[in-house]
Each structure stands twice: as C-alpha cells, then as structure tokens.
C-alpha cells in the first residue's frame, strides 16, 4: 500500500534535509550557496513534484530559500534569528514542562543528571558528542509529551539552531549549558513546576551571549 501524501512528504523532506545537511558538513555546500534542483533529482533519485514540496516545507522551517532561475539557496543563520529562536523555545519548552511535569519521577530525573555529566566530560574529551547530549538532556522531559506537533516544532527549530550545518558555540555558552541545566534539574527535584517553567524561559533560554554564536 503506498504511504500517505503527508507522510511520503514528511519522509522526503527528512531525506533532503539529510542531504543537505551532510553536503554543508562536508565542505560541499556552504550557507549562502546555491543547488540546482536537477542536481538534487539525480542525487536523490526522486522526482520534481514530491521533490518541491518537500523543499517547500524546508523553506517554510528556514532552511533554504527557493528562487526562480537560480535553485536552492541555503541559508544562513544570523544572531538575530538565533535570538527569535531562543524566545520561541523558551516559551515552547516552558509550555511543555508544566503539562509533563506530573510525569517527571526519580528515573527521568536522573537520567538528566547523568546527561549532564557526560555533557562535561564532552568538554575535554571526544567520548560524548556535546551537542547530542545536549538535545538528548532535554529530550527527557520533550518525550513524554503527547503534543506530537509541538515535539516536532521544537525539533525542527534545534536543528535551524544547532545542526543546519553543525555550529560551534563556544566553551563559555558550553559550561553556561552545563550549569543552567544542574539548576533547572534543582526545581524539579524540589517539586517546583512555575520555578522550572520561568527558568526555561527567562534563563535557560534568554539569549545572554551573542557573541558566542558570530
């Protein structure tokens, strides 16, 4: 049975990405580049019309832009969007915590703290991959929402963020990361849903450095 339109769509989209992605990590593109859209078919082995759409939707999350004549441009990430970005998460993630927070027991709890101290170690070694212990931290508490579309929508935006291509922000945003977490996994301990609410929002995610995303 062929997959439905919007999950044929949604698995394109995943797939271009990718490719996209990999080709920004690699060298092969860089933000502000351009790629023809024939040049994609013939990588990916797809056609031009689940193709469009799926670079429409990539348009719509920020990722590229589509012109007339010229192909695919892949975009840039400016201080000032990461700062919009930072605001909406702040009160997508503070949003999220107050609905699960009945659901956050002694595991979810540790399994933050350990996390987190990989996260450390990630500093000065390459055992852990900082930025995937990053996401997979607060995952913890993302994973047991039942809003399937809001998940998606935070995912979304941390790959603009931390992924499209991968960014280097720095050891004083990395230890910030590291510390603001052990004070948030504090208000969970303690019981304190607002306390963990606000500091997502008014802390954890205010844009404090810009400096560290140049």
Known sequence: MPLPIMSESKLLRTQVYEYLR????LGGLRPGDSINVKRLIEELGVSRTPLREALLLLQANGFVTILPQRGIIINDLTSQEVQYIYEILGGLESGLIISVFEKIGKEEIERMKS???????????????????NLSFHNVF???????????LIETLKQRLYDFPRKEYGDQWK????????????????????????YLRDVHWH???PECFK
């Open 142 to 152: 993302i994973g047991l929402s039942e809003n399937q579309q809001l998940v998606n």
């Open 115 to 133: 996390i987190n101290e990989e996260m450390l170690l990630a500093l000065s070694s390459d055992k852990f991959d900082y930025y995937e212990r």
């Open 22 to 25: 990999d080709q920004l990590q």
């Open 175 to 198: 230890k910030i990361n590291y510390e603001e977490h052990l004070k948030f996994v504090g208000f969970l301990e303690n019981n304190q849903a607002k306390g963990a609410a606000e």
């Open 207 to 209: 844009f404090k450095y």
